[in-house]
């Protein structure tokens, strides 16, 4: 996985990474669960702070900030093998049809049995408050567009941190608080 050309542990990164053919895997609770229980294990062992996320049934997004010591590239890279082996798991686990039916469709690659996710992410450093507030507000909204419609506004979908900011309640993973930094 490619270095982040110009990696700055000062700045917070605005992150997206996709499913291998954008196959939509993150719609199951229990798949789900092992995309927040990765971030928040990442964010309690201070890999990274995480300050906002969603996930998406082809993709996730997430605002972090990482250190010297845990650059973005690294902690990537870590979250994407680890939660690639536990969707298999669970999905061969699983005897249901649906979940039997997604694992058939994630293609075999030549490095690994199966792929869960794509090559590489996109990541974009994040260096002013307005820039901030834009992929706040994209994460924040991204279920409520139409071409997803999984949610009609965005505190009410499960899946994201818009609770806390927009409710003043917890999200299903705690998160820290971005504003924090402004004050």
């Known amino acids: 996985m490619p270095v982040h050309p110009n990696f700055n542990p ?3 990164y605005f992150a997206t990474t ?3 053919q954008h196959i939509h895997i993150f719609k199951h609770e229990a798949i789900i669960r092992i995309i927040l229980d990765s971030w928040h294990f990442l964010h309690t062992d201070g890999r990274m702070k995480l300050f906002a996320y969603v996930v998406m049934p082809t993709h996730v997004h997430f605002i972090g900030k990482f ?3 845990h650059p973005l590239s690294d902690v990537i890279r870590d979250f994407k093998r ?3 082996r536990q969707i298999i798991r669970q999905i061969q686990v699983k005897e249901n049809d649906e979940l039997q039916g997604v694992f058939q469709s994630i293609n075999k690659d030549d490095r690994q049995e199966f ?3 794509g090559d ?3 990541a974009r450093d994040v260096f002013t408050e307005d820039f901030l507030q834009q992929k706040m507000e994209y994460i924040h909204y991204n279920p409520c567009r139409p071409k997803w419609k999984l949610a009609n506004s965005p505190e009410e979908y499960p899946w994201s941190s818009a609770r806390f900011y927009i409710l003043a309640k917890p999200s299903v993973i705690p998160v820290d608080d ?3 930094l402004f004050i």
């Open 18 to 20: 996709s499913t291998k």
């Open 10 to 12: 000062d700045y917070l």
């Open 82 to 84: 680890h939660t690639a």
């Open 120 to 122: 590489g992410y996109d």
């Open 178 to 180: 971005v504003r924090d």
């Open 67 to 69: 250190s010297q010591e």
């Open 115 to 117: 792929k869960v996710w």
